[in-house]
């Protein structure tokens, strides 16, 4: 069945830092891509997402690319603030319209 | 705007107690899910709601039951709480002709004790 994998966390940087969080994916088509972000004792907020290879979806200065041939959806930001602390989940929307959900990457920000 | 609206935000339950998780939206979404998030584990689909009146199992539906009367209205029920069900639960829902993915509620914290 469909599944995504992201990278485990945390993932800890100093403040200004490049940031990458990678997330690969399995699935038969071409299923749309997200990335959510959940702050501390918060719900999830869609942060960005991508329908189809090559799209690229940007937001809030994160942006990952969906990769067809690398079944890859890694999220980037040039450099990371400290009210970037949350953790981030990667998923897939299925041919049913249901999520599949990555482990979730928590993004520690140090000043 | 509400958008998805989850209550109560707080619960504690004793064993074998039940409850009600409320869960409505305002955006006339066909789709609604419930899903319960544990630590490390992400985020699993407990049951799901295609339109009123039809819902189906996810991927742990154990223990707990839903209807869908209304389209804005998906409550979640525990039939007879364990402590296995201590968890973090958020309702979403979804437009599927729209583009903008789901819309989650702001999640209900339970300890079963």
């Known amino acids: 069945g469909d599944s995504v994998t992201q990278m485990e966390g945390p993932v800890t940087l100093s403040e200004e830092a490049f940031l990458t969080i990678n997330c690969t994916y399995t699935a038969t088509g071409y299923p749309s891509l997200f990335w959510y972000v959940q702050y501390p004792g918060e719900g999830l907020q869609l942060l960005l997402k991508a329908t189809k290879a090559d799209d690229k979806g940007s937001n809030k200065g994160f942006e990952a690319t969906y990769r067809k041939e690398t079944t890859s959806f890694h999220l980037e930001k040039g450099s990371v603030q400290v009210s970037d602390s949350a953790v981030y989940f990667c998923?897939?929307?299925?041919?049913?319209?249901?999520?599949?959900w990555g482990a979730g990457t928590k993004l520690i920000i140090k000043p | 705007n509400a958008g998805v609206t989850q209550t109560p935000k707080f619960q504690v339950l004793k064993t074998g107690q039940s409850m009600t998780l409320q869960c409505a939206q305002d955006?006339?979404?066909?789709?609604m899910s419930w899903y319960r998030q544990d630590p490390g584990m992400g985020l699993r689909l407990i049951h799901y709601?295609?339109?009123?009146?039809?819902?189906d199992q996810g991927e742990v539906p154990n223990g707990y039951n839903v209807s869908r009367s209304t389209t804005e209205d998906f409550p979640l029920r525990l039939l007879s709480a364990a402590p296995s069900q201590t968890s973090v639960y958020f309702c979403?829902?979804?437009?599927?002709?729209?583009?903008?993915?789901?819309?989650f509620g702001s999640g209900t914290r339970l300890t079963v004790v």
């Open positions: 709601s295609v339109g009123a009146g039809i819902t």
């Open positions: 998923a897939l929307m299925d041919s049913n319209y249901q999520l599949i």
């Open positions: 979403a829902s979804i437009n599927p002709g729209g583009n903008y993915g789901y819309t």
């Open positions: 955006m006339n979404h066909e789709y």
